[in-house]
């Protein structure tokens, strides 16, 4: 690892974890965080939990897993460029979809209806709730115990009701504080990667075409840039040319951007970054040309038809499965259904356990519940 700047985290002054434990051998505070988080089940079931494109689909098409460690790859370089810590915004980029409905946006905006008398649900809270307490892993606690600055940077955006029910990790919310830059990075980075590569599943499933996003100025620039370098590119190659130089400028700007803004500001350690305005950003530009690309995702790639269509198949299938399991519990699983009846709030546990679902669990689910025919175990 480079050597850190002073205004990073540094993993000998964390705040800590919530249940104190003996500082790790051969490694890092941050680096044992990112480790657990990678051993964790929720982690593993990210392999089936959709993107875009419901898993069965296609078997080349993103889901939340390799998301996440595109994110995760793209937030470690710039990390090393602006001399950050590399494992705790690895280790943020890793975790902050882990929990993630089935089924992407759609299963969370399902879940959250259910579930707005009591509480709202919100996947962000709900990777915080993965970490803190129902990843069973340890004799010693439930969660994975993970130190103040990753929970941090999981946390990206919070309602002042939830922020003052969190203690310390939700401060920054009443005080219009910042996260540290490896928590801002993260954030980011998870922009750059899910606009650039919806961009490319969009074009592998024919519902926008090379011709379409040649009309996008963000891509039109590198489409022509590609094509002046090879003449004779088409296909998945010109996409996937056209593609990585669009990350790339999207790394080169936010980075130059960004020591730009920590020159202005001079922050001395992590703590003016928290006091200082947002300092990771993408220059005005960028930040134009990011709008652009989103506006045209969401016409034509998030609510084209096909789409949409299965985005109703997932939201039946989360408010049918969360109508059932509420009306009678004793159709939970055993772990889940103790729980309820040992005086656990019976709807949040329904939530856990929805949540917790991969795509095609929930949907054989439904199927078990539903369905005339024998479904098999």
């Not at 040992?342 to 539903?370: K, P, V």
């Amino acid at each position: 690892m480079t050597e850190l700047a002073p205004y990073a985290a540094h993993p000998e002054s964390s705040r800590g974890r919530q249940i104190p434990e003996a500082a790790p051998e051969g490694r890092s505070e941050f680096q044992r965080d990112r480790d657990r988080i990678i051993h964790s089940s929720a982690f593993r079931r990210l392999e089936y939990k959709t993107q875009v494109f419901v898993n069965h689909e296609g078997d080349l098409f993103r889901t939340r897993l390799t998301h996440s460690i595109e994110v995760a790859q793209i937030a470690r370089s710039i990390a090393r460029s602006l001399k950050l810590h590399e494992d705790l915004t690895e280790a943020i980029s890793l975790a902050h979809d882990l929990g993630h409905t089935p089924f992407g946006h759609a299963g969370q905006d399902a879940l959250n209806e259910c579930m707005k008398e009591h509480g709202g649900f919100e996947h962000n809270l709900q990777s915080l709730r993965v970490v803190d307490l129902l990843e069973e892993r340890y004799g010693a606690f439930d969660g994975l115990n993970l130190t103040f600055e990753t929970r941090e940077g999981i946390l990206k955006h919070c309602s002042r009701k939830n922020a003052a029910e969190l203690g310390t990790l939700g401060e920054r919310f009443l005080r219009g504080e910042q996260p540290g830059l490896e928590a801002q990075l993260a954030n980011l980075a998870d922009e750059i990667a899910y606009n650039n590569h919806d961009v490319d599943d969009g074009l592998r499933s024919g519902l926008i075409t090379i011709e379409q996003i040649s009309g996008i100025p963000i891509i039109s620039r590198h489409i022509a840039c590609a094509r002046a370098d090879y003449p004779e590119l088409s296909g998945r190659r010109l996409i996937h040319e056209t593609i990585r130089r669009m990350i790339n400028s999207q790394i080169i700007d936010l980075t130059r951007e960004t020591l730009n803004n920590i020159g202005k500001h001079s922050p001395r350690d992590i703590e003016d970054i928290r006091k200082s305005p947002r300092i990771l950003s993408f220059s005005p530009e960028m930040q134009q040309a990011q709008l652009e690309l989103k506006q045209f995702l969401r016409n034509h790639l998030y609510q084209h038809y096909k789409v949409t269509r299965m985005s109703a198949k997932a939201k039946r299938i989360i408010t049918d499965l969360f109508q059932a399991f509420t009306s009678d519990i004793r159709m939970l699983p055993s772990q889940f259904r103790e729980k309820a009846e040992s005086g656990g709030d019976a709807m949040r546990i329904t939530a856990d356990y929805i949540a917790g679902m991969t795509d095609r669990y929930a949907i054989r689910e439904h199927r078990r519940l539903f369905a005339v025919e024998e479904i098999p175990s």
